[in-house]
């Protein structure tokens, strides 16, 4: 206890001398077993069996175990997930998918209001690439209609390849896309349809996922707002125009300047994300905002959130950028296809479960085989979900396809299995789980571990990091191995060490599955080997 020096400072005495004082005090608590002063004047207290089995069965009664809610709930804007339409989800979108939604559960378990906005790309230059590209192979527009989302990326995928080449198919797509964005009632017939098509095919991804969307709204929805913002920071003296364009300058004017309005009369990147801080806060009354996006935007986002601030968009709302590093192959680049190409997170998906199926037999006594399929589907997106949420969100990690769905080792099968082998011993146990007693080392090990998960979790809300719960879960996982090779249960004769044990097991079993469910895992009730 480093107060015991502030106390001998403040009264001139020995630290120590003040130690001692204090541990005579101390050892009459009957809580504490032993009380002991080392060095100069520290204070080491060991707490008693007795208390410690007391407070795993206050936790065991608790429905949330423990974990406090927060002092301060406020209303928190999630924004996670950014995919584009008319594109295919790939394996960048995994992360702000997997890590958002952790996030997201983090905080509604904390007792925050939160409400998720996936913000879709559905406004920009792709459009114009899309429609142009119809145009090119149709004639008109009037076909669009029939159109669905394989067709649809296609026509992106030739368009793309064809504006690289030719400037002018370039220049094309952009005029379409000043056109819609003026309100051209064909092309916004024709994006309408677009739109609808991609975001149905965007949610049965994140539906995969079990990733959640409160709002599905878009650039689009922002549109509006942008003129308004531009208009403001007019009035306010903020913007500039420079070379024909509509800027504001940041205080360190090391960094680019933020653009409101192009040369060419068209809205800025930064400016929808600006608008849409805006609305957050006049429309859903937001008191914090944050973003789950690949970190190489955090230059985008300190620009948008310092012009916010200086336009006074979104007073004391509290902004954060939570910036995730790449999924890379075992080169250390980002993951490709075998041909080089970008992994579509549907196919990075299959390859999972595939690899998952090998180590599940085809048939088992007692279970069909859409129970297997079922099993083998939560294995593969908990092992994809924890290969992620067990690295530092701003790190980048190698995808490794082979070790990552293993029933042993730091992964998540390891956990699902942990879990299906306390269940396995809850419905076999002739007992019920009974007041908690400490008789050994392993016991008082896994129940001082326990008793970590209110600050476990505390900590993981504070720093939006969901590792700090993966990594917690994994140590958890492995005391309770040590506690149950050297604390029988089934086989124990005594009929109150037993109850207890399994108590103690019941309330691990309980705590990884609220784990496995704050980041977004499922939990097999069982677990099949071949």
């Known amino acids: 206890m480093q107060w015991c020096f502030a106390l001998a400072k403040s009264a001139k005495k020995n630290p120590r001398e003040i130690a001692s004082q204090i541990a005579s005090e101390l050892e009459k608590d009957a809580d504490l077993s032993k009380v002991s002063v080392d060095g100069p004047g520290f204070i080491n207290i060991t707490l008693s069996d007795d208390f410690i089995a007391q407070n795993m069965d206050v936790i065991a009664n608790d429905e949330r175990f423990g974990v406090a809610k927060t002092a301060n709930p406020h209303k928190i804007v999630m924004d996670f997930g950014g995919p584009n339409v008319a594109k295919a989800l790939h394996v960048g979108h995994l992360r702000s998918a997997v890590i958002g939604e952790a996030v997201r559960r983090i905080e509604l378990f904390a007792g925050h209001d939160v409400i998720s906005d996936v913000h879709l790309g559905d406004w920009g230059t792709q459009m114009g690439m899309i429609f142009s590209e119809i145009i090119l192979q149709d004639g008109d527009l009037s076909k669009t209609q029939t159109y669905n989302i394989e067709e649809i990326s296609a026509f992106y995928k ?3 390849i064809r504006c690289k080449e030719d400037e002018s198919a370039k220049e094309k797509a952009r005029q379409i896309t000043a056109e819609l964005q003026n309100g051209n009632p064909e092309y ?11 975001v149905n095919a965007i949610k049965q991804n994140y539906q995969v996922l079990d990733a959640n969307f409160d709002l599905w709204l878009g650039e689009s929805d922002a549109h509006q707002t942008c003129g308004e913002v531009v208009k403001l920071a007019k009035e306010q003296g903020i913007s500039e125009v420079d070379a ?16 409101l309005v192009k040369s060419d ?28 996006v690949d970190k190489r935007q955090s230059l985008h986002f300190e620009q948008v959130f310092e012009v916010a601030e200086k336009l006074g968009l979104a007073p004391n709302v509290k902004f954060k950028h939570i910036g995730f590093g790449t999924v890379n192959g075992a080169d250390g680049k980002p993951f490709k296809t075998r041909d080089g190409g970008v992994m579509n997170l549907e196919d990075l998906i299959k390859l999972s479960l595939d690899k998952v199926k090998e180590s599940l037999p085809e048939t088992a006594e007692g279970y069909s085989s859409e129970d297997i399929t079922k099993m083998a589907e939560q294995i593969a997106i908990g092992a994809i979900k924890f290969q ?4 530092n969100t701003a790190s980048g990690y190698i995808f490794e396809l082979d070790d990552f769905a293993k029933f042993e080792g730091k992964t998540g099968p390891y956990i699902q299995y942990a879990i299906a082998r306390i269940n396995s011993i809850l419905r076999k146990s002739e007992i019920s789980p009974d007041k908690v007693i400490i008789t050994n080392k392993e016991e008082r090990d896994l129940a001082l ?3 970590q998960l209110n600050a476990v ?9 969901p590792s700090v719960i993966s990594e917690y879960t994994y140590n958890l996982a492995q005391v309770f191995s040590s ?3 050297a604390s029988p249960i089934m086989s124990e004769t005594d009929k109150a060490k037993s109850a207890s044990r399994l108590r103690l097991a019941k309330l691990v079993r309980d705590i990884l599955k609220l784990n496995l469910y704050l980041m977004g895992i499922e939990a097999p009730e069982a677990m099949l080997k071949k």
């Open 388 to 391: 992620d949420l067990k690295n």
């Open 457 to 465: 979790i505390s900590r993981a809300e504070a720093e939006k990091e």
């Open 449 to 451: 571990k326990i008793a």
């Open 188 to 198: 916004y017939k024709a994006w309408q349809h677009v739109r609808q098509e991609s």
């Open 265 to 292: 009369g068209g809205f800025g990147y930064q400016l929808t994300d600006i608008a849409t801080i805006k609305m957050r806060y006049d429309d859903l009354q937001a008191q914090e905002i944050i973003y789950v």
């Open 483 to 485: 506690f149950y090779n």
């Open 158 to 160: 030739k368009a793309n």
């Open 244 to 259: 024909g364009a509509t800027i504001v300058r940041l205080a360190d004017e090391s960094k680019p300047p933020v653009i």
